[in-house]
C-alpha cells in the first residue's frame, strides 16, 4: 500500500531521515513512535505527497509520489484517511460539513448515504455535536471530528498524526479503540505517537508493530514495551 | 476554450454546495462588487462616447461634399485662355481626382431657375465654372489659391464645404479615444479583481490549506473562489451599468446648437451595447480570479 525505499529527507539543513525503508502491508497496523521534533509528522507528509523525498522513493498504492502531477496527489489524498497533528478544519462549516469535506471536494457526495453519515457521526460519539462549529469542540471531540473525516471516503489507508495529542487517557483510549476497530474490518492502520502508555494499551488489543525513529533512522521497536 | 465556457456557463449558474467551502462575505468580495460597479458606469460614458463621436465622425463625413468650383470671371476674349491656365494648373495639383469645364447648356440649366429658359445665357458675360472632386487626401486649398492667382487671376476658388474636414478627422479620433478609454477601463477592473481576489485568498490561505489536504483537486479550489468573484463582478457591473444607462436616458434632448453634448448617449439598437459590460465584467474576474487562484495554489504541495 505504502512503500519507502532508502528514503531522505531534509528540510534544506542536515537529514532529518536518512535511509529510511519501511513496507505497509494491506490491513497492517503500525506505530510510528519517537521523541519529539524526530520526524514523526515529516514521515506522515512523505507519506501522503505533502512533501517528496530528498532521496529514495515513496511509493503510494504502486505510485512514484515524486512522479504525480497535482491532480494525482489530490486523487491520491482521497484514498487515504488522514487525521493531521493540527486538525485543520473549517470555522464556518459546521461540525458534519467538514466531516463531508472529502466527499465535496471529490464530487461523491451525491452517491454518499446521508444516513451512512449519520451513523459516522454516532461512531465517533459526536451526535449531539453534529451542527456545532470546529471551534467549539473539545480537544477530543476535534480528534475524532477529524477521525469521522479521514475515513468518511472509505480509505484503504488511514495515517493519524498524535491522534491522542492533548487529550485525557479516557478519551485516547476511545479513540485508540476507533482506530482497532477500522482495522479490524482490514484498513491499514499508521498511528503517530510519542505516548508510550498508547501503545502498551493497544498491544494487548491488536496484532501491531512498533517502530521508532531514532538518529534519523526507522527502527524496529516493541519488543522493549 | 470550450472548456472556458463550459466553466463560465457553470459559474453562472453557481454551485451552491461547493461554493460553501469559501468563507461568506469579506471585505474583499465587497470591494470587488464596488469597483466592478463603478468601472461599468465609466464603460457606459466611455461607451457613449465613442459611439456618439462615430456618429458624428459619420455624418460629416458623408455630408462633406468632396467637390469644389472654381469660377472665372474674365473679358470674353480672355475667357478661354484663362479657363486653359486653370485646367493646366489643377492637372499638376496633387489630391485632385478629377476637373472638368462645364458646359454653355449645363451653365444655362444652372441659371435657368434664376432667369427662366428663354433669356439667351451665352450672350451674358458670365463666368466658367469647373468641377473639381478631390481625392482621399485632398488638396491643399491655399497652395492652389496661390498658383491660380499667378496663373489665372481671374479664377476664384470656392470650397465652402471642405472645412468640415479637421472636424471629420477629430471626431473619428475621439471614437478611437472612447474605445482606448474603454479598454483601459477594462484593464483597470482586471487589476482591481486581481488585487482583491490575491488578497482573499491570502486571508483564506488557511482553507485553501485544507481543502487541499482532504484532496481537492486545483480546479475546485479556484473554481470556489472564481465564482465567488465572478458572481461579484458580475453583479457590480450590472448595478453600475444600470445607473449609467438610466443617467443617459435621462438627458435633456436638444436639437441644433449643442446636438454632440446632448446626442452623448445611445440610439436605438445601441442601447444593448452597454449590456455587454456586465459579462465582459464577468469574463475579466473570471480570468483575474482563476489566474491569481491558480499562481497561489502552486506554492501548496
Ligand atoms: N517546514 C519545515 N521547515 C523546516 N523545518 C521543519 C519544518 N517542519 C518541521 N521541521 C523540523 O523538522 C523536525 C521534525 O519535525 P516533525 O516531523 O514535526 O517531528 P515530530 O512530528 O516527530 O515531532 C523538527 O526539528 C522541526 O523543527
Ligand atoms: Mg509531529
Redesign the pocket.
Known amino acids: 500500500m505504502i512503500e519507502l525505499e532508502n528514503v531522505a529527507y531534509s528540510?534544506?539543513?542536515g537529514e532529518?531521515l536518512s535511509n529510511v525503508s519501511l513496507k505497509l502491508a494491506a490491513g497492517s497496523f503500525h506505530f510510528l513512535t519517537?521523541?519529539?521534533?524526530?520526524?514523526?509528522?515529516?514521515?506522515?507528509?512523505l507519506c501522503y505527497g505533502e512533501?517528496v523525498a530528498t532521496a529514495g522513493n515513496v511509493r503510494v498504492f504502486g505510485k512514484d509520489t515524486r512522479e504525480m502531477d497535482r491532480d494525482h496527489v489530490a486523487d491520491m489524498r482521497q484514498n487515504i484517511g488522514v487525521v493531521h497533528?493540527d486538525c485543520q478544519f473549517l470555522d464556518h462549516l459546521s461540525v458534519t460539513e467538514n466531516v463531508t469535506l472529502p466527499l465535496l471536494v471529490s464530487e461523491k457526495g451525491s452517491t454518499y448515504n446521508p444516513q451512512d453519515l449519520v451513523s459516522l457521526i454516532n461512531w465517533v460519539g459526536l451526535g449531539k455535536r453534529a451542527n456545532a462549529s470546529p471551534a467549539e469542540l473539545s480537544g477530543g471531540e476535534r480528534q475524532r471530528a477529524a477521525l469521522a473525516r479521514a475515513v468518511v471516503t472509505s480509505p484503504e489507508i488511514v495515517l493519524a498524526?498524535?491522534p491522542t495529542g492533548n487529550i485525557d487517557w479516557e478519551m485516547s483510549q476511545r479513540l485508540l479503540s476507533l482506530l482497532i476497530e477500522l482495522n479490524k474490518s482490514g484498513k491499514t492502520i499508521l498511528v503517530?505517537t510519542?505516548d508510550l502508555n498508547l501503545i502498551r494499551a493497544a498491544k494487548s488489543q491488536v496484532q501491531a508493530r512498533v517502530l521508532r525513529?531514532a538518529n534519523r533512522r526507522l527502527q524496529l521497536a516493541g519488543a522493549e514495551l | 476554450m470550450k472548456a472556458f465556457w463550459e466553466n463560465f456557463v457553470g459559474l453562472l449558474r453557481g454551485d451552491a454546495s461547493s461554493d460553501r467551502v469559501v468563507p461568506p462575505s469579506g471585505f474583499t468580495f465587497n470591494l470587488t462588487a464596488f469597483s466592478a460597479g463603478i468601472m461599468a458606469f465609466l464603460a457606459v460614458f466611455a461607451m457613449a462616447f465613442s459611439l456618439a463621436s462615430g456618429r458624428l465622425a459619420d455624418r460629416w463625413g458623408n455630408e462633406l461634399a468632396r467637390s469644389s468650383t472654381i469660377r472665372i470671371s474674365a473679358p470674353a476674349d480672355q475667357m478661354a485662355a484663362q479657363t486653359k491656365a486653370v485646367m493646366d494648373v489643377l492637372a499638376t495639383t496633387s489630391g485632385i481626382a478629377f476637373a472638368r469645364e462645364l458646359t454653355a447648356e449645363e451653365q444655362q440649366s444652372l441659371l435657368e431657375p434664376f432667369f427662366g429658359p428663354d433669356v439667351p445665357v451665352g450672350d451674358l458675360p458670365i463666368p466658367q465654372l469647373i468641377d473639381v472632386i478631390e481625392d482621399d487626401t485632398g488638396f491643399d486649398a491655399t497652395g492652389l489659391r496661390q498658383r491660380l492667382a499667378a496663373e489665372a487671376p481671374a479664377a476664384v476658388l470656392d470650397d465652402h464645404t471642405r472645412w468640415r474636414r479637421p472636424l471629420v478627422r477629430a471626431a473619428s479620433r475621439l471614437r478611437s479615444l472612447g474605445m482606448l478609454s474603454f479598454v483601459l477601463i477594462g484593464a483597470a477592473l482586471a487589476a482591481m479583481v486581481t488585487l482583491a481576489a490575491t488578497a482573499a485568498l491570502s486571508a483564506n490561505f488557511q482553507v485553501i490549506k485544507v481543502l487541499r489536504l482532504v484532496g481537492a483537486r486545483d480546479v475546485f479550489i479556484a473554481g470556489a473562489f472564481v465564482r465567488r468573484f465572478s458572481l461579484r463582478a458580475v453583479m457590480g457591473a450590472f448595478a453600475g451599468t444600470f445607473v449609467g444607462m438610466g443617467v443617459l436616458a435621462l438627458m435633456p434632448s436638444t436639437q441644433g446648437a449643442g446636438e454632440f453634448l446632448t446626442n452623448l448617449g445611445f440610439v436605438g439598437a445601441e442601447w444593448l451595447w452597454p449590456l455587454l459590460i456586465p459579462v465582459l465584467s464577468g469574463a475579466v474576474g473570471y480570468v483575474a480570479t482563476r489566474m491569481a487562484a491558480l499562481r497561489m495554489l502552486r506554492r501548496l504541495h
Open positions: 528540510y534544506g539543513g532529518l519517537g521523541p519529539s521534533g524526530a520526524g514523526k509528522t515529516t514521515f506522515m507528509k512533501l497533528q498524526d498524535e503517530a510519542h525513529i
